[in-house]
């Protein structure tokens, strides 16, 4: 089994930025790649980015430019900084890996964006 905690979510003022972090552990983090999902209010979970353990990524188009996504494999973490934050963006971010045998989520972070 493999849990993922997210933190770093909270308050921020529009314009502003936040860095989100995912720490995986368990007997087992090996994984095909991460990522990051968000969730607004009232919509639907859509995808954010992924990224492999070659440290490939792969954005949605609405997050190039402001949004990035990095690990640091010896701290089992990856993180998405988040720039330029908009009316839109607040919502629960979650943690996503897709492992060999099994796909795992976080229990998610709150984000709120303040104008």
């Known amino acids: 089994q493999v849990e993922l905690v997210e933190s770093g979510g909270g308050l921020v003022q529009a314009g502003g930025s936040l860095r989100l972090s995912c720490v995986a552990s368990?007997?087992?983090?090996?994984?095909?790649?991460m990522g990051w999902y968000h969730q607004a209010p009232g919509s639907q979970r859509e995808w954010i980015a992924t990224?492999?353990?070659?440290?490939?990524?792969n954005y949605a188009e609405f997050a190039k430019g402001r949004f990035t996504i990095s690990m640091n494999s010896a701290k089992n973490t990856m993180y998405l900084q988040m720039n330029n934050l908009k009316s839109g963006d607040p919502g629960t971010y979650y943690c996503y890996s897709e492992g060999w045998i099994a796909a795992y989520w976080g229990r998610g972070t709150q984000i709120t964006v303040s104008s």
């Open positions: 990224i492999t353990g070659a440290g490939y990524t």
């Open positions: 368990g007997n087992a983090v090996r994984f095909k790649f």
